[in-house]
């Protein structure tokens, strides 16, 4: 699967999920209070929307990164590290309007777990995607010459 295809898949998937998401967030309003475990709420939804972007953004700035440092492949492995640092951060702004806006804790079908996880992963997707950036940088700049 190429970059492009990727890309293409990570733009247009969230989108498609958040059309699919407005019936279930009027639903949410009109649920009584207990919500099963089973349950497919619209904080929940979009926390694991967050979190499986977070996730492609952790694996593809894995593979930058390995690319980068000369591991697998050739090439210098910027612009998986560019599409880690999009989908790293997206995934934590998802993660953290779920969080901010759960009226309650863990259990009550809010989705403030799975955004915290979505903070989390985010994160890292972003500090491998910004290694795998300095280091393909590192590895395409030409050396500078000595001087005596």
């Known amino acids: 699967m190429s970059v492009r295809h990727l890309l293409t898949a990570a733009v247009s998937v969230p989108l498609a999920i958040a059309g699919l998401a407005t019936p279930a967030a009027a639903h949410v309003l009109t649920q009584p209070d207990p919500v ?25 700035g894995g593979l930058a990164l390995a690319r980068a440092a000369g591991r697998i492949g050739t090439g210098s492995g910027r612009r998986g590290a560019v599409v880690a640092l999009v989908a790293g951060p997206a995934g934590m702004v998802i ?3 779920v969080v901010a806006a759960a ?7 809010y989705g403030i777990v799975g955004g915290y996880v979505a903070l989390v992963v985010g994160l890292i997707a972003t500090v491998l995607g910004g290694l795998a950036l300095a280091r393909s940088r590192r590895a395409t700049a030409s050396p500078r010459p000595r001087t005596s």
């Open 95 to 97: 993660g953290g309007l």
């Open 103 to 109: 009226k309650g804790g863990p259990g009550t079908g």
């Open 36 to 60: 099963s475990a089973y349950s497919l709420t619209a904080g929940r939804l979009w926390s694991l929307v967050a979190a499986l972007l977070g996730l492609a953004g952790v694996v593809i």
